[in-house]
């Protein structure tokens, strides 16, 4: 994976994850998110090092030494990744829609019709609200959509939630 | 959208009534005769009395449950303790199953109030279900042989939302079944003009409207004589036979535990034939009306306009008769019922392409499943599926977005643009060298439809027209709705 044409900020000229730059303003989420994955990182990384070391320190096998090399390096790779990932996400507003796009490896965008919305969740975990972050997610019947905005400030998230829930309401549709 | 218990899940602003069955006030009385009405606020527009499924219900239910006390006890039970105890243990465990369906039957009422249908129950964790008609997506009336022999039937309601079949009213009598499936279908919305004069005292539910199809039993059997399982089936018995000669035993539980695996391999087919038996199609004003089974018979009733996708396969071996098979998804029979015999999706167990394109085309109108503007992608997507590059392929048509896929067993997905949910595009790493793209519309039940390995540039212009066209044809939908 080379993300050459991810190198610049998120609201350059059209990229691949950019479909119709004349119509769509994308909006980026907040940079904050890198610390809070960073942290999550971390705290799974401590796990499992302090598993494997008490397993090598004990049992004296190399292999799990061979594994805490490979997990050392898997998350610093995944920490490289992570700073990208996030400036990858992103989302805009459309007359009648609402598009998210992520994803770095795998790339995906899509497209949620505010008519088709059933409920949104607006979340903010412990490490979340430390940042000062929420996560706003629409829920359409169909249970393959995926529209999730993590990384938003507490105010922009209510103002999502608020129009989102305002426009479904008004364009709600049997399915 | 899954989540444990059935509940019901009442848009924001349903007006959600205070519950008689809710568990705070479940220590007050709840006489059997007089079903108090929910205490409190005004009136509900049109409250009916509660009604009671029928007297034999808990008879059914005991006796079901002894097929399944004996399945449980299974066979090395029964060598262990002999066949007295055996009878005497299922016996027990039968009657007292009996028991509480009685008391289950005693404290269980319908009725339909407004625009919901609410289902009360339970003695001691009381509960109502209020079921929103406007989200009704199909009705089926299942009678089991026991059901048949008593005169009895089985309402289901699917019901977006839950992740499972919503009150299965079980039992009805037949009439009162097929009159209050009738109700429902009325009360959902956009009533079926040819439903409400006609039949419905009727014991056995009339078939009214239309014959779409009707399959052939032979061609049913057949169908199901060439699929995998009965194709193998007589290696794997040969099989079996020669260990037992080699190793001479023939105790009487590795015979039945054979027979039992046996059974297994061909439960799939055998269960095909007798539930697809007898297969019907009608086609009742805006309704489609599936009729199948032997042993137990379904009617299964379902708006048009509630069709989420239609799938059609081919199967490999079918296709020295040319044969094909077609599936209906439904809002509601969602990926948490994975016992396929529970997901009535059944549109046409085995017809030729003549008999598909007839019912494709009656079920969703203007679509002809022969004509459909499909288009393979670029060439470099061989890179990515060599073989399957010519398999596959997409295309918009007036009405519907359709996608093939698939070399040895063909499929073919469609969706109405009315029904799209989400538009998704993917693009993984290899895609992504080879500038290609998938897009997948999702629906409401089902897998979606997805067209794989786009030409990226084609794969935008797809996601931006299907977004538009599922927008105008919602627009289009809604207008003789209000």
Redesign the interface.
């Known amino acids: 994976?080379n993300g050459d044409d991810l190198a610049g900020p998120p609201s350059a000229p059209a990229g691949?994850l950019e479909?119709?730059p004349d119509t769509v303003r994308w909006q980026p989420i907040s940079p904050d998110l890198i610390w809070v994955e960073l942290i999550r990182l971390g705290v799974l990384l401590a796990v499992l090092l302090i598993g494997l070391g008490l397993g090598w320190a004990f049992s004296g096998q190399w292999l799990f030494g061979a594994a805490l090399g490979v997990v050392v390096l898997l998350a610093g790779w995944r920490a490289a990744t992570i700073v990208r990932a996030v400036h990858a996400w992103g989302y805009a507003e459309r007359e009648?829609?609402l598009l998210v796009r992520h994803?770095l490896?795998?790339?995906?965008?899509?497209?949620?019709?505010y008519?088709?919305m059933?409920?949104v969740d607006v979340s903010a975990g412990p490490l979340e609200r430390a940042f000062d972050l929420a996560t706003v997610q629409l829920?359409?019947?169909?249970?393959?959509?995926?529209?999730r905005v993590p990384g938003l400030r507490p105010a922009e998230a209510a103002r999502l939630r608020d129009r989102l829930?305002a426009l479904g309401?008004d364009r709600?549709?049997?399915? | 959208m899954s989540d444990g218990p059935a509940d019901p899940r009442p848009p924001a602003h349903w007006p959600t009534a205070p519950q008689p069955g809710a568990p705070g006030t479940a220590g007050q009385g709840w006489p059997g005769h007089g079903w108090p009405g929910p205490p409190g606020v005004a009136p509900p527009p049109r409250a009916e009395p509660r009604q009671r499924l029928h007297p034999l219900s808990p008879a059914l239910h005991g006796a079901k449950s002894l097929v399944v006390v004996i399945a449980g006890l299974s066979w090395s039970t029964l060598s262990r303790v002999g066949f007295g105890w055996f009878a005497a243990m299922a016996a027990v465990l039968a009657l007292g199953a009996t028991v509480l369906a009685v008391i289950s039957w005693y404290n269980t009422g319908y009725h339909i109030v407004g625009r919901e249908l609410r289902v009360h129950e339970g003695l001691i964790w009381r509960r109502t279900r209020a079921i929103p008609l406007e989200r009704l997506q199909a009705v089926e009336v299942v009678r089991p042989l026991l059901a048949q022999l008593t005169g009895l039937a089985e309402l289901r309601l699917e019901v977006v939302g839950g992740g499972k079949t919503e009150a299965p009213l079980a039992y009805l009598g037949v009439a009162e079944a097929a009159a209050l499936r009738k109700r429902l279908l009325a009360v959902a919305g956009r009533p079926p003009e040819a439903v409400a004069p006609t039949a419905g005292q009727a014991a056995a539910p009339a078939p009214a409207g239309r014959r779409l199809h009707t399959v052939r039993n032979a061609d049913l059997l057949v169908s199901q004589l060439l699929t995998p399982q009965a194709f193998l089936l007589p290696f794997g018995v040969a099989f079996v036979v020669t260990q037992f000669l080699s190793q001479g035993s023939w105790s009487f539980i590795a015979v039945a535990s054979t027979l039992t695996a046996m059974a297994g391999v061909l439960l799939q087919p055998v269960r095909r034939v007798l539930d697809d038996w007898g297969f019907r199609l009608d086609r009742d004003g805006d309704t489609l009306r599936v009729r199948n089974g032997l042993l137990e018979t379904r009617v299964q009733t379902v708006p048009l306009h509630r069709v989420q996708t239609v799938g059609i396969t081919w199967p490999l071996l079918w296709r020295m008769r040319s044969w094909l098979r077609l599936r209906l998804e439904v809002a509601g029979y969602s990926a948490a019922e994975p016992d396929d015999r529970n997901r009535p999706d059944r549109l046409l167990p085995v017809g030729d392409l003549r008999t598909g394109e007839l019912v494709v085309a009656a079920v969703l109108p203007g679509v002809r499943l022969t004509a459909l503007p499909l288009t393979p992608p670029p060439r470099r997507a061989r890179w990515l599926r060599p073989l399957s590059r010519s398999a596959i392929g997409a295309g918009l048509d007036d009405r519907v977005f359709a996608a093939r896929s698939g070399v040895l067993t063909r499929q073919l997905a469609i969706v109405p643009y009315a029904r799209i949910q989400s538009v998704r595009v993917t693009q993984g790493p290899a895609q992504r060298r080879l500038r290609l793209a998938t897009v997948h519309a999702d629906t409401a039940g089902g897998a979606g439809v997805s067209a794989h390995d786009r030409d990226l540039a084609e794969a935008w212009e797809l996601a931006a027209e299907l977004t538009a066209r599922a927008h105008a044809a919602r627009r289009a939908d809604e207008d003789p709705h209000a």
């Open positions: 994976m691949p479909p119709w009648h829609d994803g490896l795998v790339r995906r965008l899509s497209i949620v019709p008519s088709r059933q409920f829920h359409t019947a169909a249970a393959a959509s995926d529209a829930t309401e709600a549709e049997g399915l």
